[in-house]
C-alpha cells in the first residue's frame, strides 16, 4: 500500500505531467498558426508523450493501492514572439519538471519507499533525455537567428521525429 504522503506527491506530479501535455499542445496550435508542420509534428509526439508520462504515474498508484484524484489544470500560454522563445519556454518548463521529479524522489525517500525510487528513476533517465533534445533544437534556434531559409530546413527535420510508446518503469 502506497504512503499517503507518497501518493499525494504522485497525484500532484500527474497533474504537472497532464498540465505539460496541455502547454506542449497550446504550443501544437502556435505552430499550426505559422503554418510549420515539422514543429507541429514535434509537439504532436511531445503531447503524447507528456500523456504517457501521466498515465505511468496514474497506473502506478492504482498498482500500488492507491488512489488518483484529478486537479483542475492550469491554463496555459497561448502566443510566444517567435519559435526561440516558445523553446526557451519549452527548456525552462523541462527544468522544472527535472526539478519536480527530484522532488517526488526526496519524498520516496523520506517514506523509505523503495519501489517508488525505482519507479522513479526511469522519469530520472527520461528527463535527461527530455531536456537534451529540446537543448538541441534550442540551440539550432539560437544559430537560425532571422534566417527563414534555415528555420524551413529545421521544421523539415522535426518533421521525422516519431512517437514511440515508452514502456514505464
Ligand atoms: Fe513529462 Fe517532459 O516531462
Not at 23 to 46: C, D, H, I, P, T
Amino acid at each position: 500500500m502506497i504512503n499517503e504522503k507518497m501518493e499525494k506527491a504522485f497525484n500532484d506530479q500527474i497533474n504537472k505531467e497532464l498540465y505539460s501535455e496541455y502547454l506542449y499542445l497550446s504550443m501544437k496550435a502556435y505552430f499550426e498558426r505559422l503554418n510549420l508542420k515539422g514543429f507541429v509534428n514535434w509537439f504532436n509526439v511531445q503531447v503524447q508523450e507528456e500523456h504517457a508520462h501521466a498515465m505511468g504515474m496514474f497506473d502506478y498508484v492504482h498498482e500500488r493501492g492507491g488512489e488518483v484524484e484529478l486537479e483542475a489544470i492550469e491554463k496555459p500560454e497561448t502566443k510566444w514572439e517567435s519559435p526561440l522563445a516558445c523553446f526557451e519556454q519549452v527548456l525552462e518548463h523541462e527544468e522544472f519538471v527535472t526539478s519536480r521529479i527530484n522532488a517526488l524522489m526526496d519524498v520516496a525517500d523520506e517514506v523509505k519507499d523503495r519501489a517508488s525510487l525505482s519507479f522513479l528513476n526511469w522519469y530520472l533517465k527520461e528527463q535527461v533525455e527530455e531536456e537534451a533534445s529540446v537543448g538541441d533544437v534550442l540551440a539550432t534556434l539560437r544559430l537560425i537567428g532571422d534566417d527563414k531559409k534555415a528555420l524551413l530546413m529545421l521544421d523539415k527535420d522535426l518533421s521525422t521525429r516519431t512517437f514511440v510508446q515508452p514502456v514505464i518503469g
